[in-house]
C-alpha cells in the first residue's frame, strides 16, 4: 500500500526515480482491485456482500467506502 508520507512530496520531490515507484505500485493495486472486480460482475448483490459470519451490514459498507475515498484523496494530492 502506499504511505501517507508518499502523499506529502514536495515539488523537489517529484522526480522519476521518486514517483516510478511509486506510480509503479498504484498500477499493480488497481490492476488487481479491476480485475477482483470483473470477477464480481457474475455475482448478485448477497454474494458480493457476503463473508465469513454473514453480509455486510451498512457500517461494514461506509467504512470501505470511506476507506476507498481516502485511498482516492491521497492519491490525488500528491505533487500538490
Known sequence: MISYSSAK???DDCTTDILTPILNKVVKILTIAIKDVKDLLHLDVGGILKTVTGLLDLDDVVRLICDVLT???LLLSVGD
Open 71 to 73: 485511498v482516492c484523496i
Open 9 to 11: 512530496l514536495g515539488d
